[in-house]
Protein backbone atom coordinates (compact mmCIF):
# COMPACT_ATOMS: atom_id res chain seq x y z
CA UNK A 1 0.00 0.00 0.00
CA UNK A 2 1.31 3.28 -0.97
CA UNK A 3 0.93 6.26 1.58
CA UNK A 4 1.34 9.92 0.79
CA UNK A 5 2.34 12.77 3.14
CA UNK A 6 1.01 15.85 3.87
CA UNK A 7 3.61 18.04 1.46
CA UNK A 8 1.80 21.22 0.27
CA UNK A 9 3.36 23.04 -2.81
CA UNK A 10 1.76 26.46 -3.38
CA UNK A 11 2.15 27.47 -7.42
CA UNK A 12 0.39 28.90 -10.20
CA UNK A 13 -1.00 26.04 -12.40
CA UNK A 14 -0.09 28.14 -15.57
CA UNK A 15 3.30 28.68 -14.56
CA UNK A 16 3.90 25.25 -13.71
CA UNK A 17 2.24 24.41 -17.22
CA UNK A 18 4.61 26.53 -19.05
CA UNK A 19 7.51 25.09 -17.33
CA UNK A 20 6.29 21.73 -17.84
CA UNK A 21 6.74 22.74 -21.29
CA UNK A 22 9.87 24.08 -21.55
CA UNK A 23 10.96 21.09 -19.47
CA UNK A 24 9.71 18.78 -22.60
CA UNK A 25 11.06 20.86 -25.54
CA UNK A 26 14.80 20.43 -23.72
CA UNK A 27 13.65 17.03 -23.74
CA UNK A 28 12.95 16.80 -27.46
CA UNK A 29 16.13 17.85 -27.97
CA UNK A 30 18.29 15.52 -26.14
CA UNK A 31 19.99 12.95 -27.75
CA UNK A 32 18.70 9.45 -27.75
CA UNK A 33 18.72 6.85 -24.78
CA UNK A 34 17.78 6.27 -21.02
CA UNK A 35 18.45 9.94 -19.86
CA UNK A 36 15.96 10.86 -21.99
CA UNK A 37 13.70 8.70 -21.07
CA UNK A 38 14.16 9.77 -17.04
CA UNK A 39 13.83 12.80 -18.10
CA UNK A 40 10.40 12.03 -19.75
CA UNK A 41 9.36 10.49 -16.98
CA UNK A 42 9.63 13.08 -14.32
CA UNK A 43 8.12 15.32 -16.85
CA UNK A 44 5.18 13.06 -16.40
CA UNK A 45 5.64 12.45 -13.21
CA UNK A 46 4.68 16.48 -12.47
CA UNK A 47 1.98 16.58 -14.81
CA UNK A 48 0.74 14.26 -12.65
CA UNK A 49 1.02 16.14 -9.46
CA UNK A 50 -0.02 19.04 -11.10
CA UNK A 51 -3.21 17.54 -12.47
CA UNK A 52 -4.03 16.37 -9.01
CA UNK A 53 -3.37 19.04 -7.77
CA UNK A 54 -6.24 20.81 -9.60
CA UNK A 55 -8.43 17.85 -8.96
CA UNK A 56 -8.08 18.02 -5.14
CA UNK A 57 -8.92 22.16 -5.67
CA UNK A 58 -11.79 20.83 -7.59
CA UNK A 59 -10.59 22.69 -10.96
CA UNK A 60 -11.03 21.28 -14.25
CA UNK A 61 -8.36 19.01 -15.50
CA UNK A 62 -10.07 17.89 -18.49
CA UNK A 63 -7.72 18.88 -21.08
CA UNK A 64 -4.52 18.37 -18.33
CA UNK A 65 -5.60 14.69 -18.36
CA UNK A 66 -5.53 14.76 -22.00
CA UNK A 67 -1.96 15.50 -22.19
CA UNK A 68 -0.73 13.67 -19.13
CA UNK A 69 -2.28 10.46 -21.22
CA UNK A 70 -0.71 11.66 -24.20
CA UNK A 71 2.77 11.99 -22.27
CA UNK A 72 2.33 8.56 -20.64
CA UNK A 73 1.82 7.51 -24.47
CA UNK A 74 5.27 8.76 -25.25
CA UNK A 75 6.52 7.15 -22.18
CA UNK A 76 5.75 3.84 -22.89
CA UNK A 77 6.77 4.34 -26.46
CA UNK A 78 10.21 5.47 -25.75
CA UNK A 79 10.58 2.43 -23.14
CA UNK A 80 9.36 -0.24 -25.86
CA UNK A 81 11.59 1.73 -28.57
CA UNK A 82 14.39 0.73 -26.15
CA UNK A 83 14.49 5.00 -26.16
CA UNK A 84 15.00 5.33 -29.29
CA UNK A 85 11.80 7.18 -30.33
CA UNK A 86 9.44 8.61 -27.95
CA UNK A 87 6.34 9.66 -30.64
Keep these: ?8 ETCDPR ?6 GGE ?3 IR ?3 LGLE ?3 CLVAALV ?3 RLVQG ?3 AHASTDE ?18 RFSDMG
Design 46 to 48: ETG
Design 54 to 56: LAD
Design 64 to 81: LNFFLCRLARSVVRSHDT
Design 24 to 26: LEI
Design 15 to 20: ERIDEI
Design 36 to 38: RHS
Design 29 to 31: RMP
Design 1 to 8: MLVYGDHR
